[in-house]
């Protein structure tokens, strides 16, 4: 199985800030792979698809970037609704598997 | 609206058997891949299953053999059969939907949910 690391398991920002999580792959897994954001007692929500394009109804604040087996999600200007977890996953085999969350603190 | 409604979580002790069910409406099951995702109490996201559009099933080596996924297509609905349930099934199972182009345009339509609890 294709193990994602995530990293920082959480970390603290502030509102307005420049926020980056990074999710590193086992295996190349070129552009396939995902990020959700997740809030406590929510069902996750698709935020990128492949990498970097941005699912629709998602604000253009979120962008990712990467290939290969290094990634990045990037909050520009974190909003007070943008304190989640969130994970990323890799859809290049199954099984899908996911990182193991970074939660985003105030 | 597309929308997926998950019931027949509860409690159960170890061993026993439990049946999901998942409502879709604004689509059809038959027409995306249809995947069980599940979150166990404070941790992180686990794929369980999937069936694709053809039919063919996919287990997490956690659940080969004691999971099975099914849908019915008349009924636009998701089900997946719980049997020999263990105490670290107990977790949130999400229905959720792969758009038909597959997993690289990620798993955009998830459930609100449904909880599992084996206990003993």
């Known amino acids: 199985d294709i193990q994602m690391t995530q990293s920082p398991s959480s970390l603290s920002a502030s509102v307005g800030d420049r926020v980056s999580i990074t999710c590193r792959a086992s295996?190349?897994?070129?552009?396939?792979l995902n990020w959700y954001q997740q809030k406590p007692g929510k069902a996750p929500q698709l935020l990128i698809y492949?990498?970097?394009s941005l699912q629709s109804g998602v604000p253009s604040r979120f962008s990712g970037s990467g290939s290969g087996t290094d990634f990045a999600l990037t909050i520009s200007g974190l909003q007070p609704e943008d304190f989640a977890t969130y994970y990323c996953?890799?859809?290049?085999?199954?099984?899908?598997?996911f990182g193991g969350g970074t939660k985003v603190e105030i | 609206e597309v929308q997926l409604v998950e019931s027949g979580g509860g409690l159960i002790q170890p061993g026993g058997s439990l049946r999901l069910s998942c409502a879709a409406s604004?689509?059809?099951?038959?027409?995306?891949?249809m995947t069980w995702v599940r979150q166990a109490p404070g941790k992180g996201l686990e794929w369980v299953s999937v069936?694709?559009?053809?039919?063919?099933?996919y287990y997490a080596d956690s659940v080969k053999g004691r999971f099975t996924v099914s849908r019915d297509n008349s009924k636009n609905t998701l089900s997946l059969q719980l049997n020999s349930l263990r105490d670290e099934d107990t977790a949130v199972y999400y229905c959720?939907?792969?758009?038909?182009?597959?997993?690289?345009?990620?798993?955009?339509?998830w459930g609100q949910g449904t909880t599992v609890t084996v206990f003993s």
């Open positions: 996953q890799q859809s290049y085999t199954n099984p899908v598997t």
């Open positions: 069936i694709y559009t053809g039919g063919n099933t």
């Open positions: 959720v939907r792969v758009p038909s182009g597959g997993y690289h345009y990620g798993m955009d339509v």
């Open positions: 492949a990498a970097s």
């Open positions: 604004g689509f059809s099951v038959s027409s995306s891949f």
């Open positions: 295996q190349i897994i070129n552009i396939r």
